[in-house]
């Protein structure tokens, strides 16, 4: 490492010092190291030194890292410029650089890249990266706090006292009444930024306490408006639809200030040529456009058009706009009245501080709100899912020789799958499985209105065909409306006729498996409900001795995936019931295999669509009675499903 200082003085004023470093991690140390003890002989502060030694740690740390193997073997130079109220950092390298980020965020625990960014930014008062082709140079600069040292040696030239001669009784008197205008001064600011941190810590704890965003607001506002001398305030937010700036708090309740638009009123280019293009501007939405601080007062007064100019004649103070990223949250105005003085420097940092943390406030309320929100609806949904569990059949009718089995599992917590099985008449047992288009909320909504309509026209008709047709009928206008239909497969089993009388409004076809063993898939012509208004279906009928087994199920079954993106088909589902019903001795059974072998076929991966199913099984064993029925719910403590199943025979 080489060093070269521009001032031999370690007092002079504008002093700087020249560093160079091989482009090397080991050489970081040293060369801020240097660095800091150049500072503090111009008397910088130890925390300026402090903080300017870190920054210089992070720069030429990513410096070193930046630079490719090929270029190493050129220096890095860091240049310290020490003057009487600023300090200078330059770190200049040759590495092809990078976009510098034009937000900077602490980065999560999980990212290895961006902390060094965001401690530059944290430490240093204001940063510029200037990349070039050749070389790459990075500006860090910071406020410098002065020194007692440092003040003391200010004061010395400001009396006037030469270096080495001894101050007269006259000097000491100035000197020490300077020393004591600087310590009130220094306590003076130091009172201001106690003040302003109590504030915003008693509203915070406050707000942690279950408070209001609006009152939590009042109060800092509030509390801003004492410390920093100022007479009202006026806190516009973006209305939900963000095309207007509402009132959200003001220091005078008693004014009326209608909500102010914000959409462009022209079609000039950019923001500057928007703002000299309109007839009259408000202030607040010149803040808003050009994303800056706008002032107003004396020297630029009010329009009188403005809302500010009626509500606030004769103030002067300025409009900050609140962003959190780039996303505009709305605006902060603090005025006094114009006859007193401007906002010092302290005054107008500690705004900027206010108005910053109010909009992390603003925010965190917000997500606060939608987390309330989304426990509600979670809520909600638990419960419209136990009501819609509680529409599938609790224990299915007895039919002599035959059982039934049914599983129900939801993409969703609610769904727009479902199965029914009940008696319409004597030895008459209705089965049915629908899908309604899409999933969620107004999926199950419509399952449930079918639910209804089947239970109440099967008491008219049970015949499959005309229940479908007056269903279609009555729901047709609310489907069409919403642009959703449904598909539904209508079973009848008739024990005493022995027979199956199938029909189909543009769902999956029956599969029977028949007693020789054959696989027969059944799927009368028929559109989904809600495609035409007065919609034809037909009907097929299979004599019911011929029946091994049936299933009718949704396309949530065929359309199941692998880990490969493999679907389970058709061709599968078949075969699956072909060989399963040779080997199963109940429709309980059935139901419980087919279970298992969906799961294993899926693995780890979640159904992306609703999952039904009613199997229709030949059974020998004898029949299982009424207490001793399997309920609802009962595969879910091994599967970690939700089903309903129920066998007996006859």
């Known amino acids: 490492m080489t060093e070269r200082s521009d001032a031999a003085d370690p007092q002079a004023a504008g002093a700087s010092c020249w560093l160079e470093m091989a482009c090397q991690l080991d050489q970081i140390r040293p060369t801020t190291a240097a660095a800091r003890s150049f500072l503090l002989e111009r008397q910088v502060s130890h925390s300026d030194a402090d903080a300017c030694e870190l920054a210089l740690v992070e720069a030429c740390n990513n410096a070193v890292q930046y630079t490719p193997p090929e270029k190493q073997g050129q220096p890095i130079h860091v240049q310290v410029l020490c003057r009487p109220e600023r300090l200078e950092l330059h770190v200049i390298d040759h590495s092809p650089g990078f976009d510098w980020p034009a937000e900077i965020e602490l980065p999560s625990p999980e990212e290895e890249h961006g902390r060094g960014l965001f401690i530059i930014h944290s430490l240093m008062d204001d940063v510029a990266y200037l990349r070039s082709s050749t070389e790459n140079r990075l500006v860090l600069g910071k406020r410098r706090v002065p020194s007692p040292a440092a ?170 706009p609140i962003f959190h990223g780039e996303t505009l949250l709305g605006t902060l105005t603090v005025g006094r009245k114009s006859n007193g003085p401007s906002f010092s420097n302290e005054q107008i940092e500690v705004i900027h501080t206010f108005s910053e943390f109010l909009a992390i406030q603003i925010v965190n309320a917000d997500l606060r709100q939608k987390q309330m929100d989304l426990q509600v609806t979670a809520h909600e949904l638990e419960i419209a899912r136990n009501i819609q569990e509680s529409l599938l059949p609790k224990f299915f009718p007895a039919m002599p020789g035959y059982g039934l089995a049914g599983f129900c599992l939801s993409a969703r917590h609610v769904g727009g799958d479902f199965y029914d099985a009940f008696e319409v008449a004597r030895g008459k047992v209705l089965l049915v499985v629908a899908d309604v288009m899409g999933k969620g909320i107004p999926a199950a909504l419509f399952a449930a209105t079918l639910h209804t309509l089947l239970r109440t026209m099967a008491e008219w008709t049970y015949q499959p065909a005309e229940l479908l047709a007056r269903m279609n009928r009555q729901m047709f206008e609310e489907l ?105 001795s109940s429709a309980y059974e059935l139901s419980w295999k087919f279970m298992a072998d969906l799961k294993s076929f899926e693995t780890q991966v979640t159904a992306a669509d609703d999952q039904t199913f009613l199997i229709l099984s030949e059974e020998a064993q004898p029949a299982v009675e009424e207490g001793n029925q399997p309920p609802q719910g009962l595969g879910a403590l091994s599967l970690g499903l939700s089903m309903s199943s129920n066998s007996r025979a006859g």
Not at 160 to 179: N, V, Y
Not at 271 to 291: F, M, P, Y
Not at 548 to 554: E, G, K, N, R
Request: proline share 4%; with cysteine; glycine share 6%.
């Open 151 to 320: 003040s003391a040696s200010r004061i010395e030239t400001t009396l006037g006292i030469e270096k080495g001669r001894q101050p007269s009784l006259s000097d000491l008197q100035q000197r020490l009444a300077l020393t004591e205008q600087a310590t009130a001064t220094m306590a003076k600011e130091l009172c201001f930024r106690s003040e302003a941190l109590h504030a915003i810590f008693r509203c915070s704890s406050e707000l942690g306490r279950g408070g209001d965003v609006g009152d939590f607001a009042d109060r800092l506002l509030g509390d801003l408006l004492r410390i920093a001398e100022a007479d009202w305030f006026l806190l516009r937010l973006v209305s939900n639809d963000r095309a207007r700036l509402e009132v959200h708090n003001i220091s005078h309740p008693d004014l009326n200030l209608e909500p102010l638009s914000i959409l462009p009123t022209s079609d000039a280019g950019d923001a500057d040529d928007a703002v000299a293009s309109d007839e009259w501007w408000s202030v607040e939405k010149k803040a808003v456009v050009t994303r800056r601080e706008a002032a107003f007062g004396v020297e630029a007064p009010l329009a009188e058009e403005d809302p500010l100019a009626d509500a606030f004649p004769q103030s002067r103070g300025f409009v900050r």
């Open 480 to 584: 069409s409306a919403v642009d959703m239909f449904i598909t539904v497969q209508i079973v009848l089993v008739d024990t005493e006729e022995r027979l199956l009388t199938v029909a189909n409004a543009g769902h999956c076809p029956l599969l029977v498996v028949t007693k020789s063993g054959e696989n027969r898939a059944c799927a009368p012509e028929g559109l989904p409900l809600g495609i035409l208004p007065r919609a034809i279906f037909g009907e097929a009928r299979i004599p019911l001795d011929e029946c091994s087994a049936a299933l009718l199920y949704t396309d949530g079954l065929t359309e199941a995936r692998n880990l490969h993106g493999e679907f389970f088909g058709q061709h599968r589902l078949e075969k699956w019931l072909q060989e399963s019903a040779a080997q199963a």
